[in-house]
């Protein structure tokens, strides 16, 4: 064997070895870069509009976009303010209609992912509850009754109102109080109320108990499937934070089509989660206890319908909430960080 055979067998074996190390210790390197953490405000029990969060938590969705999700303990009432002032970064679960408010009073936010079910006729939704042998079965008998609701300042006081306005029934002839979800079935059982807007996991606690009677559902009042909200973020933050932005929706995108697929899935994991109870997890998302969950969708990819962000401003105008004409659709939403997104949507 030459001298140049020889030398060639001795150092082959040690390069490629080195370069075997050297290559592992950059994946290792890679797979050691430290994630970007990003917070959300949690509160006890939380699920509905929550979804998505916790199955891309889950399958590792985040991770795969180097993002690491934070809960922040706060409760429902610090919901705007703690995403304004930057104690979170997103805000899940913001109804089109709230965040219009909140917009048109000057709050530099924009909805970024869809990230809430689609509203849909054919699977359950909240709404108004009335008890079961209450002589209460239109909006126009609802004229000089009590509704129970979380805030009147809220969604659920604006889609009551918008639900009873399209039959004639005026703001000034029903009596909105703010009652707290844990007690809206006793006032009702009480008498002290003759209606009550039950929010998830309520609405589906009072389908269980089948004493109460459903007015209507969200879907009602657009009178097809719709959107109603998804994530929040401050306008500065999305300028500071942009492939941090991208890689959350990218993340609830994928868990929006994988939610999509397997809604079973998805509801096993609220109950593994704590988040929801096994009796009534399945009446949170369809009308039979029966667990066909074929009706239940997310948004495909995410991606934020303007026509139903269209929908809930002309709601919010229609209940002067929104003055007229004051905000374009276009100023409460962006698909920029989304892939999916076709070109022409904003």
């Not at 609701?149 to 809220?154: A, D, G, K, L, T």
């Not at 309520?202 to 009602?220: T, V």
């Not at 998805?266 to 029966?290: M, N, Q």
């Not at 105008?317 to 997104?341: C, H, R, W």
Request: no cysteine.
């Amino acid at each position: 064997m030459s001298i140049r055979s020889v030398f060639g067998a001795l150092v082959a074996p040690a390069l490629v070895a080195g370069l075997l190390a050297a290559s592992g210790g950059a994946a290792s390197a890679q797979e050691e870069k430290p994630l970007k953490t990003f917070r959300v405000q949690d509160m006890p029990k939380r699920w509905n509009g929550y979804e998505l969060l916790f199955l891309a938590d889950k399958k590792g969705y985040f991770k795969e976009q180097g993002l690491k999700l934070e809960l922040v303990p706060l409760p429902i009432d610090q919901y705007t303010i703690a995403v304004d002032s930057g104690v979170t970064d997103f805000a899940l679960s913001a109804d089109y209609i709230y965040f219009a408010n909140i917009k048109a009073k000057g709050l530099k936010m924009k909805e970024i992912v869809s990230s809430n079910p689609i509203q849909d006729a054919s699977a359950a939704g909240e709404g108004v509850f009335v008890l079961k042998d209450s002589p209460i079965k239109t909006p126009e008998d609802l004229r000089g009754k009590k509704i129970g609701v979380r805030n009147v300042s809220f969604s659920a006081a604006w889609f009551t109102l918008d639900y009873i306005g399209r039959k004639g029934v005026k703001k000034d002839e029903v009596q909105l109080l703010t009652i707290p979800d844990l007690q809206l079935e006793q006032v009702l059982q009480s008498g002290a109320v003759d209606a009550v807007y039950a929010y998830g996991p309520i609405d589906a606690q009072l389908r269980a108990r089948g004493l109460y009677r459903q007015l209507f559902q969200i879907s009602d009042l657009a009178g097809r499937p719709v959107q109603r909200g998804g994530t929040i973020a401050r306008e500065e933050f999305i300028a500071k934070n942009p492939e941090l932005v991208r890689g959350y929706v990218a993340a609830i995108g994928k868990a929006a089509d994988y939610a999509s697929a397997h809604p079973r899935e998805v509801v096993d994991l609220g109950i593994e989660l704590g988040r929801l109870s096994p009796e009534v997890a399945p009446l949170l998302y369809t009308k039979t206890p029966y667990g066909d969950f074929s009706g239940v969708k997310w948004p495909a990819h995410g991606v934020i319908n303007g026509d139903d962000v269209k929908f809930w401003l002309g709601v919010a105008e229609s209940q002067g909430i929104v003055p007229a004409g004051l905000l374009k659709p276009e100023d409460l939403y962006t698909n920029a960080f989304n892939t999916f997104a076709k070109k022409d949507q904003p």
